[in-house]
């Protein structure tokens, strides 16, 4: 093979249109993108570099959804201290946050977490987000250890815009999210109306009714964001039963007392629209 000399310009690549026209990801796309079709193989340049359109940065703001949960230490700080984070990223921007969800852990035995939804728009690559959500979550001391163990913190990118992608860093919409209660119940209750996209997605308020996991949705806190934490270590999460868990039936409106009694929030206010959905969380 021939390699070009350094003072001669490399041959023009031809490159597919897709990865030259501004992104849309709004219509649905199959990931990975084109490979390059070299004409002559003689004339590739090593070392070039191929990205595919996860890399690119969306022609305009793209929404997103982003599931978070923690289950070892001050669980509610934590999540309440990754809000703020992501809010605070640069191309990030927090649209709306769900109720907090106490449910039980899915996987190996451990303690139950506390989940949480985020609505965001974001001007950021869907690589370049998975990389600030990774940061958010080892800004909170994210370990990587057992598969489905406990952690500090997870933030899981569950869609970007409609789009489709299954890569080896990332999968698009998040490849469990349409099973999982403890996403779509929180998901659902800030966006009664959302859709998941993909294989297995549909109206997210079905699918959390149906999902295996239900069950194990124990209590939804509103205000959590902006209420007293209770105690001086945030929820506890582990080994005491919440009050307003029915027999392990999910019942996000317990009549069970509010829970904490001190802490001057009411995790189960009355519904107010009618739809069966818990009004929305005050912004951070
Ligand atoms: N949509 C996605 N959101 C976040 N990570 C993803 C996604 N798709 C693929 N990944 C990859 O999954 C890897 C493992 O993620 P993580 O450690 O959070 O998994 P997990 O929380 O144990 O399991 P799960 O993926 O079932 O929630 C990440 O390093 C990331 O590259
Ligand atoms: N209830 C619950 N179970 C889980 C969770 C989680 O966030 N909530 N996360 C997991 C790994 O992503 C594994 N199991």
């Not at 796309?29 to 003689?42: C, K, N």
């Not at 978070?68 to 191309?91: K, P, W, Y």
Request: charged share 20%.
């Amino acid at each position: 093979m021939q390699v070009a000399p350094p003072t001669q310009a490399a041959p023009p690549v031809p490159v597919a249109s897709s990865a030259v026209e501004p992104w849309d990801p709004s219509a649905t796309q199959v990931m990975p993108g084109p490979v390059p079709d070299y004409d002559d193989p003689a004339d590739v340049v090593t070392g070039e570099i191929v990205t595919d359109p996860l890399d690119d940065a969306p022609a305009a703001p793209v929404e997103v959804v982003l599931a978070l949960g923690a289950n070892l230490g001050a669980a509610q700080e934590t999540l309440r201290a990754a809000v703020s984070d992501l809010a605070g990223t640069r191309g990030i921007e927090v649209t709306d946050v769900s109720p907090l969800a106490r449910t039980a852990a899915v996987g190996p035995e451990q303690p139950d977490y506390l989940n949480a939804v985020v609505l965001a728009r974001t001007t950021l690559s869907p690589r370049d987000l998975l990389r600030a959500t990774q940061a958010v979550e080892h800004a909170h001391g994210r370990e990587r250890a057992e598969r489905w163990g406990p952690r500090t913190l997870d933030v899981d990118i569950v869609v970007y815009g409609s789009v489709l992608a299954v890569t080896d860093d990332l999968e698009l919409p998040h490849p469990r999210a349409h099973e999982r209660a403890f996403v779509l119940e929180p998901w659902s209750q800030v966006d009664p109306q959302a859709v998941l996209p993909g294989l297995g997605g549909g109206p997210v308020a079905a699918l959390a009714a149906t999902a295996p996991d239900r069950g194990g949705v124990r209590w939804l806190a509103l205000d959590w964001l902006t209420a007293a934490v209770p105690g001086t270590s945030g929820v506890p999460v582990v080994d005491q039963p919440a009050p307003g868990y029915q027999d392990g039936g999910y019942d996000p409106h317990p009549a069970a007392p509010g829970y904490p009694q001190d802490g001057g929030y009411d995790p189960h206010p009355p519904r107010t629209d009618g739809t069966g959905a818990v009004p929305r969380t005050p912004r951070p």
